[in-house]
């Protein structure tokens, strides 16, 4: 963790110290352009684009009713780059995203990572030039953590792991922490194809739906994810261990690959209003799928419609200055062989950030 924290700390140095000079360039070095205007529909061929950025957050308390005395960190890079191609019927978007953030509180004296995201995604189009805004698609994901994730409590607790038998095959002695995931676990790969349609396509808001056949791989490297709420332990299950320490359970991942029909609505667009002016743009996103598996490595006695995958993710930037911008991001995944409740994450930041091509 000390060395992903150097790391981490650099860069957003780095980007710290260069920002305020980049902004100085005028117009051209905004990020979100002062015009709305599609650079899709400007130009063809390839089109890249790249914002490197960074999120810092710190505050101190000494001797504040209701607050523990101590500084707290908020930190973290960010980077998005994306290159497309596109002509009169073909059009090949290619996206990758990485967000980070470390989190260290009094209470855990420690860099925690509260998010970590790395996503892939490439997505081709064939527009018949008679109905461009019809025809068939092919689609490839890579969705997964990077770092090593490691369960940190202020507290002793004992953790109990379960294999996807409900058999217990590890209880641990009083720690302080537990490592749950390794590097680039649970890694999702995914792959989909089928026939899309664009019911709007302007600046201030595309529409856009995907259907067809998907398939997914998950590989967790043997990992562990929290199942349920924290318990006390049973005195009598652990004699030696002090009747009010914490027990943690978790279930045992595995490997599972899945085969199903897919659906996808995506809505995205750049809004501008008077009160805030032209140079003040709101970028919105928000998209749902989801994957009804027909066939799946792993059932554990369930109906294949009770294994369905939902993800949502609702993602808002508010541009303040030309390299700072209020961001908003939700996402509320159901993977039921990974776990049988939804995981949500929202998350809200000030970022600093610099577009190096647009």
Request: charged share 20%; proline share 6%; aromatic share 10%.
């Amino acid at each position: 963790m000390r060395r992903i924290l150097r790391c981490l700390i650099i860069i957003i140095t780095g980007c710290a110290m260069a920002l305020p000079a980049l902004a100085q360039k005028g117009p051209d070095s905004e990020l979100v352009p002062d015009k709305i205007e599609s650079k899709k529909s400007a130009y063809s061929g390839w089109v890249p684009t790249l914002s490197l950025g960074a999120s810092v957050q710190f505050s101190h308390s000494s001797n504040v009713v209701g607050a523990q005395d101590g500084e707290t960190w908020n930190i973290g890079p960010l980077l998005d780059f994306s290159i497309g191609y596109y002509s009169v019927e073909h059009e090949w978007r290619n996206t990758l995203s990485i967000r980070e953030v470390l989190t260290r509180t009094p209470a855990v004296g420690k860099f925690v990572k509260t998010t970590d995201q790395l996503k892939f995604e490439s997505l081709y189009l064939y527009k018949p030039s008679a109905a461009p805004w019809v025809g068939p698609f092919l689609m490839a994901q890579v969705h997964t953590p990077i770092f090593r994730t490691t369960d940190v409590r202020a507290a002793p607790a004992v953790y109990e792991t379960r294999d996807k038998n409900g058999v217990t095959v590890e209880t641990t002695i009083p720690t302080t922490k537990k490592r749950l995931t390794g590097w680039f676990a649970p890694l999702n790969l995914k792959e989909s194809a089928g026939a899309f349609f664009t019911a709007a396509n302007i600046p201030e808001a595309k529409l856009e739906f995907r259907m067809g056949v998907g398939a997914r791989q998950v590989f967790t490297g043997n990992g562990n994810a929290i199942a349920s709420h924290d318990e006390t332990i049973d005195p009598s299950a652990l004699p030696n261990v002090p009747a009010n320490t914490t027990l943690v359970k978790l279930n045992r991942l595995f490997d599972y690959q899945q085969l199903g029909g897919e659906l996808f609505a995506g809505l995205n667009g750049t809004i501008t209003f008077e009160d805030l002016g032209p140079t003040r743009p709101i970028l919105y996103s928000f998209s749902t799928e989801v994957l009804m598996p027909f066939y799946s490595s792993e059932q554990q006695d369930r109906a294949l419609l009770e294994l369905t995958n939902v993800n949502i993710e609702a993602k808002v930037a508010i541009k303040l200055l030309s390299w700072l911008s209020l961001d908003y991001a939700l996402r509320a995944v159901r993977d039921p062989l990974l776990l049988d409740e939804f995981q949500i994450q929202n998350t809200l930041l000030l970022n600093m950030s610099y577009a190096l091509l647009k």
